[in-house]
């Protein structure tokens, strides 16, 4: 009896030796890339409705805190456009559907050159704040000749907190 009081005590202590090692996880560590990451409003990228069937183009923005205190970066990536073809864009206030303005200067703004596999991107660093609220959104022009044709456009949706 006395045997397996003992036995029985050593299979407890080994099960909650190995239950707590299970359980021990290594610390947690943010890194300034995803703290970064946190801070980026975000939008898709997409052909108006009324290009539907003619342009099909897709992508990817992004608004945060520049590197220099008191500048705003914006960045996009698009997909399945013309290649070769050079598109005028820019960060405006307000929705696709309903413009407020340019976010900035036009001429923070390069044309954006498509390469030979449809794609392009593009940054520019605006000398204002990271806005914290509002109604942001990236567009892009069929080209500089013709900038009431909208390609692409995408309602930036602020960092989740």
Excluded at 13 to 34: D, E, K
Excluded at 110 to 124: N, Q, R
Aim: glycine share 10%; net charge negative; hydrophobic share 40%.
């Amino acid at each position: 009896m006395h045997h397996d009081r003992f036995s029985i005590i050593a299979a407890l202590t080994l099960a909650l030796s190995s239950a707590l090692t299970a359980c021990a996880r290594a610390p947690v560590t943010i890194s300034q890339q995803s703290v970064a990451e946190r801070s980026l409003w975000h939008a898709s990228l997409a052909s108006p409705s009324d290009l539907a069937g003619a342009v099909q183009v897709t992508g990817t923005a992004s608004m945060g805190p520049g590197s220099k205190s008191g500048t705003t970066d914006v960045a996009f990536h698009l997909g399945n456009v013309s290649p070769g073809g050079v598109h005028p864009w820019a960060m405006h206030r307000g929705t696709c559907a309903n413009d407020a303005g340019l976010f900035g200067s036009s001429d923070a703004y390069e044309p954006v050159t498509v390469d030979g596999s449809g794609k392009a991107a593009a940054t520019a660093t605006i000398p204002l704040e990271p806005p914290t609220s509002g109604d942001y959104f990236v567009v892009v022009y069929a080209s500089a000749s013709n900038m009431s044709m909208t390609i692409a456009c995408g309602n930036l949706a602020p960092p989740t907190p």
